[in-house]
Each structure stands twice: as C-alpha cells, then as structure tokens.
Nanobody, 127 residues
Framework: EPELVESGGESVQAGGSLRLSCRVS????????MTWFRQAPGNEREGVAA????????TYADSVKGRLTISQDDAKNTLYLQMTSLKPGNPGRYYC????????????????????WGQGTQVPFSS
C-alpha cells in the first residue's frame, strides 16, 4: 500500500510563501488523485487541493483559490503545495492523501474518500 511522507512546514513571516512536499511510494496505480488536506486545532480536516496524476487536472476549495497551487513531479514521485500570502494565526497541520478507489470529481476533497495518509506537516501560519 502507498506510503506518504510530508515535509516543508516551517516558520515564515506573515505574507510570505511556503512550499510543502509529499513524497509517495509503494503505489502501483498509474492514475489517481493526490490531495492536500489541512486541519486547524479544534476543526475538522478539510480538503484544499487535489490533483489527478494522470491528467494533471486540479481541484481547489473555494477558500484557497488564488493562494494555493498544487503540482507534481513525476520523476520524483512527489506532490507539492505552494502557499502564498500566509497570515499569522490559525496554524494548521497539512496532510497528503491517496484514495483506495478513485472518487468522483464532486467528492475529491472529502476526507472520507481517502484511505492512505501521511503523518502531516505543521504550518504555523494560516493559508
């Protein structure tokens, strides 16, 4: 089964940028969704950006459009999340995830559709 390892969470200045990485190994699927989720203290985990690794198609939550960019490096088996205009307060933990069954596009940001998760990386600022 897939193994996912996130990295890149670190302290930055307000208004700054940050790039998170998620390296995936162990999957035999060639085309599937990879998705970033975030969870703030006391809040439910929410999907923010998804990418279909076969087509490159992306889906974003309305709340992050224009400030987050999801991308992939096939050669490195790595998913990225570029974050800009970070704001102080409301720190969150970011997770990447892969589903066991390809979800319908309408449900691609729902955590319940994902079976495999990384351990997360902490981002001290709000995106």
């Amino acid at each position: 089964e897939p193994e996912l390892v996130e990295s890149g969470g670190e302290s930055v200045q307000a208004g700054g940028s940050l790039r998170l990485s998620c390296r995936v190994s162990g999957t035999t699927q060639r085309r599937y969704y990879m998705t970033w989720f975030r969870q703030a203290p006391g809040n439910e985990r929410e999907g923010v950006a998804a990418l279909h690794t076969g087509t490159g198609a992306t889906t974003y939550a309305d709340s992050v459009k224009g400030r987050l960019t999801i991308s992939q490096d096939d050669a490195k088996n790595t998913l990225y999340l570029q974050m800009t205009s970070l704001k102080p307060g409301n720190p969150g933990r970011y997770y990447c995830a892969v589903p066991s069954v390809v979800p319908h596009l309408d449900t691609v940001l729902r955590p319940a559709k994902y079976a495999y998760w990384g351990q997360g990386t902490q981002v001290p600022f709000s995106s």
